[in-house]
């Protein structure tokens, strides 16, 4: 079911659709039924979005992919700065976050996926892409299977362009062993203004 279709140049808006669970149910729900796959039982604060994104140079941005979206806590921050002809790549393993972001995010620039993290490559690829400018990142590493997040760094270093960046949250430092022999050069903060507080890592591939 594709997303449903509204001007591209206007805000990210939603659209109540009877009988679909509020975000804070469906992302209670999402956590009590995977809870390894799902960071923290509530969604980000304002404040770390605000701040994950912020070296996001939009006007560079054509293709931007997001890992483990939920209930689209980043979906409308990223559709409100993207450029009307850049896409939005939302990728989640739970068909009921994805079926949620399809039925009330009104924008025809987003894909909201069916699939694994691990699958960036394919699916970047399927939707007329050779690159992704940035990727983002919430999923839990600490808590992932084993070898899906090596699976998962490897796929996404691979699919970032030159000059672009991997942007991860994290509530457990785990995720720097990953990133440090995959990328040129890696920021780090915290962000203590969200519960649990977060540490923000900014992964840099160098450029041409």
Excluded at 50 to 75: C, I, Q
Excluded at 135 to 161: E, Q, Y
């Amino acid at each position: 079911m594709p997303p449903i279709s509204t001007t591209s140049d206007a805000p990210a808006a939603t659209l109540p659709v009877r009988g679909t669970p509020s975000p804070w149910s469906l992302f209670l729900k999402g956590f009590l039924k995977h809870p390894a796959m799902v960071g923290s039982i509530i969604p980000s604060s304002a404040k770390l979005v605000r701040r994950m994104l912020a070296p996001v140079d939009w006007s560079a941005t054509k293709l931007f992919v997001e890992y483990g979206p939920g209930v689209g806590t980043f979906s409308r921050a990223i559709l409100d700065q993207m450029a009307p002809d850049a896409v939005y790549i939302a990728i989640d393993t739970n068909a009921d976050f994805v079926r949620y972001l399809r039925q009330t995010i009104r924008d025809d620039r987003m894909r909201a996926v069916h699939g694994s993290a691990a699958d960036v490559e394919r699916i970047v690829a399927d939707h007329g892409f050779t690159a992704a400018d940035y990727v983002l990142s919430g999923l839990p590493f600490s808590t992932l299977p084993a070898g899906v997040g090596d699976a998962i760094a490897d796929a996404t270093a691979r699919v970032i362009r030159p000059g672009g960046a991997f942007l991860v949250y994290q509530f457990a430092p785990k995720i720097a062993e990953l990133l440090a022999p995959r990328f040129d050069a890696i920021d780090h903060s915290v962000e203590w203004w969200n519960i649990p507080p977060a540490n923000l890592y900014w992964a840099h591939r160098a450029g041409d």
